[in-house]
């Protein structure tokens, strides 16, 4: 019902109607469903395609990272101390951290079904900012509804849960995102 007073936007550089939680990026010149950000560790947009996997990718990286600070350290001696060893660490310790704030980040947005775009930018999206940003997110449903939202996207999506409430779908097989009421 919310959505269907909701008017489809235009987009003039790909002379298409978005459909809802599309934004069209500028780096990647074309548009892009459940657009989260542009991210230049990846060289592209982050979306409802391949979110999933930018969210392992952080949390790889997370893995990684940890585990060179590990063996770094084991590479430290007491007696002779390295500098350009103990600079290492401080490094990956500080990309550590960095990483892992990013990681718990999106692991807010997936679990209250935002995107970056929406969070950072709630006053300015003509579908959300009639909304006050205190009630959270309107298409968040259940936490167990907004995991399977964000981990079933439409290249992930098993067959027999593409009927599931929490994704209806669409007739270019995307997910067609409902606000809550």
Not at 34 to 39: E, F, Y
Not at 92 to 110: K, N, Q, S
């Amino acid at each position: 019902a919310a959505v269907a007073a909701m008017r489809s936007r235009w987009c003039k550089h790909c002379q298409l109607f978005q459909p809802l939680r599309t934004k069209h990026c500028h780096d990647c010149e074309m548009c892009v469903r459940t657009h989260d950000h542009h991210c230049p560790w990846i060289g592209t947009c982050v979306g409802e395609n391949n979110r999933v996997l930018f969210y392992c990718f952080l949390a790889l990286q997370c893995a990684e990272l940890g585990l060179f600070f590990v063996e770094g350290l084991q590479g430290i001696s007491i007696l002779e101390p390295s500098a350009v060893l103990l600079m290492g660490l401080l490094l990956i310790a500080m990309l550590f951290i960095m990483v892992c704030c990013l990681w718990c980040f999106h692991t807010f947005l997936l679990l209250a079904n935002l995107t970056t775009w929406e969070h950072v930018s709630w006053a300015r999206i003509s579908y959300l900012r009639h909304l006050p940003q205190s009630r959270g997110s309107p298409f968040s449903r259940s936490l167990p509804s907004n995991i399977a939202a964000y981990f079933c996207g439409p290249a992930w999506c098993p067959e027999r849960f593409r009927r599931c409430a929490a994704l209806r779908r669409d007739d270019e097989d995307g997910v067609a995102w409902e606000l809550s009421e």
